[in-house]
């Protein structure tokens, strides 16, 4: 069982930056895949990033290629979103999840947290 906190969102301007943390407690942490997805209004989840246990691979959509980049901190078993240039079409919920294998796919993740919102003003 791993729990999951995500922490950082809020409201910023077109082109600001923000940094999503993602807490977890349970299990041991380097052993999980972790992903970033996000939600928007009347909108299904999708898929943001992901990045293995090692943290050696990642994964990334194609709008946030270049802009975001997801990381890891093993030893504070923590997962990280840096998220610069960031445009109104950004503004979600953001949920962190935790799964036994990297993937860009919903299914693949075990574990969620309860979100965090972002909010890209124009």
């Known amino acids: 069982q791993v729990q999951l906190v995500e922490s950082g969102g809020g409201l910023v301007q077109t082109g600001g930056s923000l940094r999503l943390s993602c807490a977890a407690s349970?299990?041991?942490?380097?052993?999980?895949?972790m992903g970033w997805f996000r939600q928007a209004p009347g909108k299904e989840r999708e898929f943001v990033a992901a990045i293995s246990g090692s943290g050696g691979s990642t994964y990334y959509v194609d709008s946030v290629k270049g802009r975001f980049t997801i990381s890891r901190d093993n030893a504070k078993n923590t997962l990280y979103l840096q998220m610069n240039s960031l445009k109104p079409e950004d503004t979600a919920v953001y949920y962190c999840?935790?799964?036994?294998?990297?993937?860009?796919?919903?299914?693949?993740?075990?574990?969620w947290g309860q979100g965090t919102q972002v909010t890209v003003s124009s």
């Open positions: 999840a935790a799964g036994n294998f990297l993937s860009r796919t919903k299914k693949a993740y075990d574990y």
């Open positions: 349970g299990r041991t942490f380097s052993i999980y895949a």
